[in-house]
C-alpha cells in the first residue's frame, strides 16, 4: 500500500481519472479547458526561476556558475510544491491508480484477467486451430521414370470450349438496384474476422424504424479506428443487406446516442460526436436515431388561405348546412362551422410553430450550457462616463470575467494610465443584462460587487459609477457597448454561467432588485426590466 | 438476391474470392457486392489466388500454399503445403483437381500430388537459374509454361521433362504468362509493361513469335485470354486494365478509375461480357466490357488487393 500527499499529484490523477472512465465524454468537455499538468508544469517553472534568481542574489554562488553542467545540477535540486513525484515512470508500483481505471465487466465485479493467463489461452487456441490443419511437406519423391510420367500426365485433346451463358451475367441482370449499394464505401470497416486489428462491438438499436424493427438490436463488429460516422454507415450497409425491403435514408440524417441494454435511448445526452473514434466510447449498447428528430420537427404549416377562401380545401362548406329540406340553411358560407375550421387551423400552425421555436430553444440552451463554462473572449467597447470610449477584451470564464484595455497606437499618450485591467472573480458578478439597441449597436452592463471577493486591479477613477446599494452590499457595473449578436452571446453566456454558480452574490442582487421592483412599481427605469 | 446472404457456397455458385495485404481472404456475393466470409490468411501477404475444379481455393504466400474449403464457414485453411524456403508466387491446378502446380522464388516450379498412394503420386520439380513468376499450365495438361525473372520462359513438358526456353526480350523479367482455353496462343507480359503473343501449333505444341505489343508504360502484372479467345487482358502498375481484341490486337477499352491504383489481378465471365479487376486500392471492381463501365464495386479490404480468383457457373 503506498500513500500520496503531493496534492498536486493527486489532483491531476483525480481530473485523469474522471475523463477516463466516463464514458459519455462529458468530463472532458467540462474539464477542457483545465489541463492541469500544463498549468502546474509553468507554475513550477516560475517557482523555480524564483528561487534561482533568489539564490543568485546571495553570496558565494558566483563559483557554481563556471561550468554549464554543474549549473543544470543545481537547477535539478531545486524542487517546487508544482512537481509530481520524481521518476514516475520508473515506480516500482507500476502506475497503481492506473490500476483502479481498468473497468470491470458487466456482471459481476471480478477483476480481469491476467496478461499470462490470456497469452496462455490464446496459445491454446491457435495449438487448437493448427490441429485442425493437414500439413503437407514436400517430399522429394523418388524420379519418376518415362513410363510412369507418360501414364501420369496423358495429354488431353483440346477442344474449344462452347459459348456458354454465365450465371453471374444473369444475377447481375436480377438485381440491378440494391439497397446496399449507397453503404459501399462503408463495408471496409467490417471487424469480423480481422487479424491483427483492433475490433470493437457494438449492438444497435434501430430506434428511428418502427416498434417491431426495434426489438432486436444489430450486432455490429467495426476496426477501432473507425470513426463514429463510419459505424453509422456500416451500420446502414449491414442492416441493409439483410432488411432490403427497408430503405433508409443518408449516412448523414443519422446520428448515434447512448442507450440502455433494453434500447431505451438515453435523451439527455447529446449525440456521439460523428468524427470521434470508436474505441473511445465504452458503451456498446448504442440507438440509432434520425437527427431531425432532435432538431426542430419541419413540417409546413398547413397553408393558411385568406379568410373567406378556405372552400377549396374543404368543397362540402360551401354546403354546409345545405339540406335538401331545409332551404333555409343553403349557402351559408361564413356560418360557425367554418369560422371553427379556420380558427382550428390557425391554432394547429401557431402550436407547430412555438413547438419548432422550442425545440430550437432547447437545442440551443443546450449548447450554451455546455460551452458557457469554457473561456472566451470578446472585443468590446468599454462605455465611460466622463472619457471617451475604450476598446477593451472581454474575457469571460467559469471563474472570472477579464477586462483588458486593447491599447492602440493612436491612444497610447491619451489612455496609458487611464484604462485599467480589471479582474472580477465570478462569484462577485451579480448581473448581465443588455439595456438597449441603437442602430447595429447594442449596449449592456454587468453588475459586480466589489466587497465580494475581488482582485480588480481598478483605480479609483474608474470606480465612480453610481452604486446601487442594498443593506450592505454596493453594487457598480461595467456598461460595454458592442455589435448586437455579440452582445447577446456575452449576456446569454454569462448570465448562463451565474445561473449554473448561483453565487451569493447574485441571490443577494436578485432580492434587492425584487424589492426594488416593488417599491418604483410606478416608474419606467432604464435600467431594471 | 441481395438479402440470400449463405455464409457457405455450394459447387452450384459463383464465387470471387480477393487476396492481397490485409492478411485476410474475402468470398464475395459477385452480384451484390456483399462479402459473404472473411478467411484468415496470417502471417503473409496473398500472392495468387486460384479456385480448384472441386470448390477450393489456394492462396500462395509466403513458404506456403494455404486451402480453403468454399463450401464451408471455416475461416482457416483445411490444408496447408509447407517446407517452401521463400514465396509462392503463382498456384494453378490440374483440369480435374488431381494434382496442383506451383512457382516460387526460390527458382523452381513444383507439382504438388497430396494423394495417400506413393505410387500414383506425380510430385515432380523443375530448376531454373532465376526466381519464377509464372506458371500456365497448357490446356492439354501435359506442358507447364514457367516464365523467370531473367526474361526466360520455359517450356516444360511433363511426360518427357524437357524443355524448351524463349527469350522474348533480354533481361526483362516475365510477369505473367496465359494461354487461351482453345490452346492456340500464348501471351507473355514482363515489367517493362511489352506483351509477346505466341501461337501454338502442332504436338507438342509449339510456339511461333506472332506479335508485339507495346501494352503498357510501366510494369505490367498480369494477362489473361477471354474463355471465347476473342479479347486478352492486360493489367499494369499504370493503373488500367486494357483489353485487347486477338483478331487485329487493336485496344478494345482501357478500364481506369479516379482512384484505382496498380491493377494486379483480373478474371473474365464466362461469357466474356464482363471482367473483375483487383486493385492496391483495396478495391475489388467489375466491369462491363462492352459499355466499359462499372458494374460493381467489392469493398472490405483494409489494404491493397494483390489477388483475385473467379468461378463462374454456366446457365
Not at chain 1, 524420379?143 to 454465365?166: A, G, H, I
Amino acid at each position: 500500500m503506498a500513500t500520496y500527499d503531493n496534492k498536486i499529484w493527486l489532483l491531476k490523477n483525480i481530473r485523469d481519472a474522471f475523463i477516463a472512465t466516463d464514458d459519455t465524454g462529458l468530463c472532458e468537455i467540462v474539464m477542457a479547458g483545465e489541463d492541469f499538468s500544463k498549468i502546474f508544469q509553468i507554475k513550477g517553472l516560475e517557482e523555480k526561476k524564483r528561487i534561482k534568481e533568489a539564490r543568485a542574489l546571495q553570496p558565494g554562488t558566483s563559483k557554481i556558475r563556471e561550468g554549464g553542467d554543474s549549473c543544470e545540477d543545481f537547477e535539478r535540486e531545486i524542487i517546487t510544491q508544482f512537481e509530481p513525484y520524481p521518476d514516475i515512470d520508473e515506480s516500482e508500483d507500476e502506475d497503481p491508480l492506473g490500476s483502479s481505471y481498468v473497468r470491470y465487466e458487466e456482471f459481476g465485479g471480478y477483476r480481469q484477467r491476467s496478461n499470462t493467463s490470456q497469452w496462455l489461452d490464446k496459445k491454446e487456441q491457435a495449438l487448437k486451430k493448427a490441429a485442425k490443419i493437414k500439413v503437407i511437406k514436400w517430399e522429394d519423391s523418388s524420379p519418376l521414370s518415362k513410363e510412369q510420367c507418360m501414364e501420369l500426365f496423358p495429354t488431353v485433346e483440346v477442344k474449344p470450349p462452347e459459348k456458354q451463358k454465365s450465371l453471374l451475367a444473369q444475377q447481375l441482370e436480377n438485381c440491378p438496384d440494391l439497397p446496399h449499394r449507397q453503404y459501399l464505401e462503408y463495408g471496409k470497416f467490417d471487424g469480423t474476422a480481422q487479424l491483427g486489428l483492433q475490433t470493437k462491438c457494438f449492438k444497435i438499436f434501430m430506434t428511428m424504424l418502427s416498434e417491431k424493427h426495434q426489438n432486436y438490436p444489430l450486432v455490429v463488429c467495426v476496426i477501432a479506428s473507425a470513426k463514429i460516422k463510419d459505424l453509422i454507415g456500416f451500420t446502414c450497409y449491414k442492416y441493409s443487406i439483410e432488411h432490403p425491403e427497408i430503405s433508409l435514408g443518408s449516412v448523414h440524417e443519422y446520428g448515434l446516442c447512448i442507450a440502455e441494454d433494453d434500447g431505451e435511448v438515453d435523451w439527455a445526452f447529446p449525440c456521439l460526436d460523428a468524427n470521434e473514434p470508436c474505441s473511445k466510447f465504452g458503451f456498446t449498447c448504442l440507438g440509432l436515431i434520425e437527427l431531425k428528430n432532435k432538431k426542430s420537427f419541419n413540417s409546413p404549416p398547413i397553408p393558411m388561405p385568406d379568410d373567406g377562401h378556405v372552400f377549396h380545401l374543404f368543397p362540402k362548406m360551401t354546403d354546409s348546412g345545405q339540406s335538401h329540406n331545409n332551404p333555409s340553411r343553403h349557402n351559408t358560407g361564413g356560418s360557425q362551422t367554418s369560422e371553427a375550421v379556420i380558427s382550428a387551423l390557425r391554432a394547429v400552425n401557431e402550436e407547430k410553430k412555438s413547438s419548432e421555436d422550442a425545440n430550437l430553444e432547447k437545442i440551443q440552451c443546450h449548447i450554451m450550457a455546455t460551452e458557457a463554462p469554457q473561456y472566451k473572449s470578446y472585443k468590446v467597447q468599454l462605455l465611460r462616463k466622463v472619457r471617451t470610449n475604450t476598446s477593451v477584451q472581454l474575457g469571460i470564464s467559469l471563474d472570472r470575467i477579464e477586462i483588458e484595455p486593447l491599447v492602440t497606437h493612436k491612444h497610447v499618450f491619451w489612455s496609458n494610465s487611464r484604462s485599467k485591467y480589471f479582474l472580477h472573480s465570478i462569484e462577485s458578478v451579480a448581473w448581465c443584462q443588455i439595456l438597449e439597441t441603437r442602430g447595429y449597436r447594442t449596449t449592456f452592463r454587468i453588475v459586480y460587487s466589489p466587497s465580494q471577493k475581488n482582485n480588480s486591479v481598478s483605480d479609483k477613477n474608474a470606480s465612480e459609477h453610481a452604486g446601487y446599494s442594498h443593506l450592505h452590499t454596493t453594487y457598480k457595473y461595467h456598461d460595454f457597448e458592442s455589435d448586437h449578436e455579440t452582445a447577446k452571446e456575452i449576456v446569454e453566456k454569462v448570465n448562463t454561467i451565474l445561473d449554473l454558480l448561483n453565487s451569493s452574490c447574485r441571490r443577494e442582487y436578485k432580492i434587492s432588485k425584487e424589492k426594488k421592483s416593488q417599491t418604483r412599481r410606478s416608474f419606467h427605469t432604464k435600467h431594471l426590466s | 438476391m441481395a438479402g440470400d446472404t449463405t455464409a457457405s457456397l455450394g459447387g452450384s455458385q459463383v464465387a470471387l474470392v480477393t487476396g492481397g495485404y490485409d492478411h485476410t481472404i474475402k468470398l464475395w456475393q459477385a452480384h451484390s457486392g456483399v462479402c459473404l466470409r472473411t478467411m484468415q490468411h496470417p502471417d503473409s501477404q496473398v500472392n495468387s489466388l486460384e479456385i480448384s475444379p472441386t470448390s477450393m481455393v489456394a492462396a500462395a504466400g509466403f513458404q506456403h500454399i494455404r486451402l480453403y474449403d468454399l463450401s464451408s464457414a471455416n475461416p482457416d485453411p483445411v490444408t496447408t503445403f509447407e517446407d517452401i524456403s521463400k514465396n509462392v508466387s503463382r498456384v494453378g491446378f490440374q483440369k480435374n483437381g488431381t494434382w496442383m502446380y506451383t512457382g516460387g522464388e526460390d527458382c523452381t516450379a513444383r507439382i504438388w500430388d497430396p494423394r495417400a498412394a506413393p505410387r500414383t503420386r506425380c510430385q515432380k520439380i523443375f530448376q531454373v537459374q532465376a526466381p519464377v513468376n509464372a506458371v500456365m499450365l497448357h490446356p492439354d495438361q501435359s506442358q507447364i509454361m514457367v516464365g523467370d525473372q531473367s526474361g526466360i520462359i520455359h517450356i516444360w513438358d511433363l511426360k518427357t521433362d524437357q524443355n524448351e526456353q524463349l527469350i522474348p526480350e533480354a533481361e526483362a523479367s516475365i510477369q505473367d504468362i496465359a494461354i487461351d482455353p482453345a490452346g492456340k496462343m500464348m501471351a507473355a507480359v514482363n515489367n517493362k509493361g511489352n506483351c509477346y503473343v505466341w501461337s501454338l501449333s502442332g504436338q507438342p505444341p509449339h510456339p511461333v513469335p506472332k506479335k508485339h505489343i507495346t501494352a503498357h508504360s510501366k510494369y505490367a502484372l498480369r494477362c489473361k485470354f477471354s474463355p471465347d479467345s476473342t479479347m486478352l487482358v492486360t493489367t499494369s502498375g499504370d493503373c488500367s486494365a486494357k483489353i485487347w481484341r486477338t483478331s487485329d490486337w487493336a485496344l478494345l477499352r482501357e478500364l481506369r478509375r479516379d482512384t484505382q491504383r496498380w491493377v494486379w489481378d483480373a478474371a473474365f465471365t464466362l461469357d466474356s461480357r464482363f471482367l473483375f479487376t483487383g486493385s492496391s486500392d483495396s478495391y475489388a471492381r467489375l466491369w462491363n466490357i462492352e459499355r466499359g463501365t462499372l458494374e460493381r464495386e467489392y469493398c472490405g479490404h483494409q489494404k491493397a488487393i494483390t489477388a483475385l480468383a473467379f468461378k463462374d457457373q454456366p446457365v
